[in-house]
Each structure stands twice: as C-alpha cells, then as structure tokens.
C-alpha cells in the first residue's frame, strides 16, 4: 500500500476534473437589511473599470456581508476621489460617513497591476491606513480585494477579517435521472469555485484541516460511507476508514493530528478518534444509542457530539481526560450537528421542533436562540474569526447555502446556478496571503 | 429507554411470530430432507432478465471456456459484496408484502404492522437458503445529515437484528445505511418524507 498506488487512483479520480472544469459561479444576494452597521463609502477605484472583477465592488460586498457595514449606493456618491487631495470632505457630510476607502489600480505592463487603497476618517479628515500591493496578475485581484477587506475589518471593528479565506461545499445536480456529486472549495464569497472532487455517489460532511492544506469526507463512491482525506493540491488521496457499518462525520482536532469519527464497526454509531498518522483508533464513546457528529473544543480537550440516548437527538460534552460527559442542550427536541466557534464561547446546532433552523448557544450564559429563519436548515460552521456562520438550508425547493451573523439580524443566499448546494463548511485563515500579493 | 422497549417488542413479536409460522421453517437452512419442498418452498422469485454481467467470479463455463446456462451470483459465494451495484435483485412474484418497511419520525422500531414484513422476508429467506438480503436504511431530509447516517443504519440494523431473531443466519443479512442521500419522493412535505423514512430489503 505505497504511496504510488493512491497516487495511481487519485490520478484516474482527478482527470475527470480537469477535463470539465466547474463552471457554477455562487451568486450572492441579500436577504435582510443591516440594523447596526456602519456606514461606508467605498469607491470605485480609479482604473478598475478595465478589469473584470472591479476590486471595489469585491470589498464593497465582502464589507456588506459581514453585516456590520453598509456601504454607500454607488449613485449617491457626490464624486469619485482616487487619491487623497481629490476628497472635497464638505460634499461627504450629509451622508454621515464616518469612513471612506479610495484607491487605484494601474496597469504596470505583462498583464500585472499595482493596487492601492487608502482608508479614510472622514470626520477627521486624515488616511488612517495606506496599502499598496504590486505585480499582480489579474486572476489575483480579488484576492487582494479580500485583503483590502480584512484590512479594513480589522482595523474598524478590531476583530480580524475572514474574507480572504474559502469554503468547501458539496453540489447536487439531477440530469436525466442520475445524480451527479461534486466537492468544490470556493472563495468564502463563492467565487472561484474549484471541484476536488465528483462522483455519482453521495459525498458527504467536508472538514478542513486546521492548516488548511487537506479536507476529510466521506463518500459513498464504493457504495457505502467511508471516510477519506485529501490534500487540496490533489497529490494526495486516501481512504482513512472503510469498516463494516457507517464510517462517517470526520473533524479535524485542533493541533491536526487527529479526527475524530463516527464508526459502526461494533454495532453501534459511536465516536472514534484516529491519529493521523497511525492509523490508530481509539473508541470514546459507548452508550447504545446513536453517538455522532463530533466537533473538538478549540483546546482539544473536549469534544461535543450529538446522542439520542435519551431518546431524541442532544448535545453532549465529553471531556477526553477525565471520560466525564455532561449535557449541554436542553431547549426542545432535536439539537444535533454541534460546531464550536474558533473561541470556545458560543455553540451553533441544528434545532428541530418547529422547522430547522440554526440555534446558537452561549457555552457561558447557556443561553439559547434561534437565529436562522430559513427552511431545512442544516451544517452550520463558523468563519475563522467567529463572526459568521455559514450553513446549508432549503430555498425554493433545492439546497442553497447561506450566510447568517450570529445575532441573526443580517443574513446572505449564496446560489449555484443549476444545482443543489449542501454540506458547506467555512476553511481556516489561509497561511500565506496571495500569491506575490506583498510588497 | 429506547432500547429496552424496543427488545421488548422484538421478543415479543418474534415469538409470536414463532407461533403463528407453519412447520416449513428450516432451521439448518441448509437443502436436505428435511425440508417440505426443498428450494423455492412455495415463493417464487422473478429471475428472467436478471443480469449478473460483469460479476467477477460468477460464470459457469464448459471445459472449453465458453459460458453455460444461467449462473446465480451467489451460490458459493457467500463473501461476495452485497452492495456491489451489478448484484441483481431478485423480485418475488406474488408477494403478500412489498418489501419495504417505513418508520415514524425519528424512530428505528418496528411495530407490529412492520413486524409482520419482517417476518414475512425472513420466511423466504429462511425457505430459500441461497437468497441474501441487504437491507438498505433511509430517512427523510430533515435535520442533520451525519445524524441521518446513524438513525439509517439504526433502521437497518433494527429490521435485521428481528431476521436474526427470527431464524436468519446473521451472515445472510447486510445492514447499510444510506442516509437521507435516496429519498423515493423528492418533496418536501410530510407525505414524502413518510415514504422516505424506510427500510428497503433487497434479495440478492
């Protein structure tokens, strides 16, 4: 079982990809308006109107869909300064903007671009942050645009941004009566979707590694769930789990070198951990009754699942040291697919009862709220900065994705065109930021 | 709790089944004397354009290598795969009972509705000791997928833990789950995700 030999099946497995490249473009569209956020103007950048993907626009939308901007309509603007000399500040008052991002992209020959951005206090009147990025290709543009953003995010809100990050995804399409499975990373704002993976089996419950070099899945491609991991530069692939009975629900531990998984090899749903890298298995949970969907505490030192040993589906805590267990859910009948935010502080479940909406629980206060109000709603998972949680719900009849912030008052549809989309999960930071983006 | 009430009504309605089942059952499960009408005992499978191409392992040839007569995936196979998709299934003409078992919302017991399914699937395998079963578990779309997964193969694993008390050798059953992955109806609304929520048993 060298390395050769599941090289030789990933390959025969990736070639159907590169020959039909994904051609589903998410699209994103508003579904609530912000109460709290705050107004910005970001304007067009001197230059952009050459590109396809006006970096602007790219930041104006990641901003919106945090929820914690609003970024002023286009046709407001009373003018369109580039550099810091062109802002007439008097024509900025009665919009009551606090803040202003200008900026520029010019061509610097062989197809390469310098971007510049400055951040402005309007009020102030002064640049609070200058950035400029040089040799960039155009694919690479809206990467920086994310960089932009998370710039901004930061330095506005203090909090780091998360929109130069990706996300995995599984799409569902129906062509005469077959079924076609795709696992596809995008951009966290569904641009530039790539698939990492087809079948015509189902492929399930993507979890990134915390470097975010691998995804763990399952699928059903040997028609029966098992559990794979793969690296996303495709040199990498393997079958990890493949018992008797379900194999299924992969999380990565904190520090990586673990999963923890669910196992039916013994008659029963129970949750495993496996090291990484022996292979070794080790069964931590063992009542009768269905034991699923681990999601590590961010210290490593716990893990919450989902049983039904009482009889419907609850979140439990299982501390790895001690073996203790404790309940965490308490509201209603049906709390299941437990995710924990990156600080430890609050828990997103799939509640049932009245629909399924996305609940959100505070692991201090253990106070508990429903902040989805969409329709089947199912695989919350949070952004790397905790601010957002994507989850996968069911609109119009088919499976979409949607973003919500965790007080629910703002939320996004992220949309592939002629498929189904389901089975999202948000990736970590990314290590390195694009390409040669830095000067 | 849950267990507990549902080993109750497992024994309960497998020793009734015990009392109602004629003397045809076959408790070595093995063709001998010992058996009424050795075969098909009364149940009559539908294998015209049953098709076992591409089975490995499978064909009967003469001593000159070419294929003779129709060959049985299974017989002297027992480790074949009983999810490997180019297994046929084998219809059974007449059936008393279509052979699919549905739950309610959130459950993996069998009533006595279904008990009777079961018990009846068990008789044929039992009158027919070269048949297998996969047992295939479902649910509908709601709630968590992974969970889905688990409940699935709780549904399956219910249907054969009843063939098992029944008389059917554990190793003649394959429990899988499916998940809410193959719904038989594509709405969204209760009539659909009732007829979702089975077990689908397929003999092989």
Known sequence: ???????????????????????????????????????????????QGAISQPVSEVIGADLKRSGRFKPLDLRQMPSQPSELSEIAYDQWRTFNIDNM??????????????????????????????????????????QVAHQISDAIYEELTGVRGAFNTQIAYVTLERRAGKRFYTLEVADADGYNPQPILRSNQPIMSPSWS????????????????????????????????????????????PDGKKLALTLSKNGNPD??????????????????????????????????????????????????????EQRVT????????????????????????????????????????????????????????GELILYAMNKGGRGQLAVVTLDGKSSQTLQVKNAEVRESAWGPYLKSSASNANP | ????????????????????????????????????????????????????????????????????GTVDPLSGMQDVDLLD?????????????????????????????S????????????????????LRGHTDERGSTEYNLALGEKRAAAVKKAMILIGVAPERLEAVSMGEEYPTELGANDAAWAKNRRVQIELK
């Open chain 1, 210 to 253: 915390p470097d975010g070099s691998k995804l763990a899945y399952v699928s059903f491609e040997e028609n029966r769930s098992q559990v794979y991991i793969q690296s996303l530069d495709g040199s990498f692939r393997q079958k990890v789990a493949g018992f008797r009975g379900i194999n299924s629900s992969p999380t990565w531990s």
């Open chain 1, 101 to 142: 991002v200008i900026g520029k992209v010019i061509p610097t020959g062989n197809g390469l671009y310098q971007v510049e951005m400055r951040l402005v206090n309007v009020l102030r009147k002064e640049q609070v942050m200058g950035k400029r990025w040089n040799n960039i290709p155009e694919s690479s543009l809206r």
């Open chain 1, 271 to 324: 949750i495993y951990i496996m090291d990484v890298f022996t292979r070794d298995l080790q069964q931590v949970t063992f009542d009768r009754a269905i034991e699923t969907e681990a999601a590590w505490a961010p210290d490593g030192r716990s893990i919450y699942f989902n049983s039904d040993r009482r009889g419907q589906p609850q979140v439990f805590q299982l501390f790895l040291d001690s073996k203790q």
């Open chain 1, 1 to 47: 079982m060298g390395f050769r030999h599941f090289l030789a099946f990933s390959l025969t497995v990736f070639m159907s990809l590169v020959m039909t490249p994904s051609q589903a473009a998410l699209t994103i569209e508003i579904s609530e308006g912000f109460d709290n956020a705050l107004p910005i103007a970001v304007v067009p950048f001197q230059g």
């Open chain 2, 85 to 113: 998709p180019r297994l046929p299934t084998f219809e059974l003409e007449n059936a008393k009972f279509q052979p699919v078992i549905y739950f309610a919302y959130d459950q993996f017991d069998l009533d006595a509705e």
């Open chain 2, 1 to 68: 709790m849950k267990t507990f009430s549902k080993l109750a009504l497992l024994a309960l309605s497998a020793s009734l089944v015990a009392c109602s089942t004629p003397p045809q059952r076959d408790v070595d499960q093995a063709l001998d004397g010992q058996d009424s009408a050795p075969g098909l005992n009364g149940y009559r499978f539908n294998e015209q354009g049953v098709q076992v191409e591409g089975m490995p392992g499978v064909q009967i040839i003469s001593a000159d290598g070419t294929p003779i």
């Open chain 1, 330 to 385: 308490f509201e209603g009948k049906y709390n299941s697919n437990p995710e924990i935010s990156p600080d430890g502080r609050h828990m997103a479940v799939v509640h049932g009862g009245n629909g399924y909406h996305i609940g959100l629980m505070d692991l201090q206060s253990k106070r508990f709220k429903v902040i989805t109000k969409t329709y089947l709603d199912e695989s919350p998972s949070f952004s790397p900065n």
């Open chain 2, 115 to 134: 008990m009777q399914i079961v018990s009846y699937y068990a008789e044929v395998l039992i009158a027919n000791p070269k048949r297998r079963a996969l």
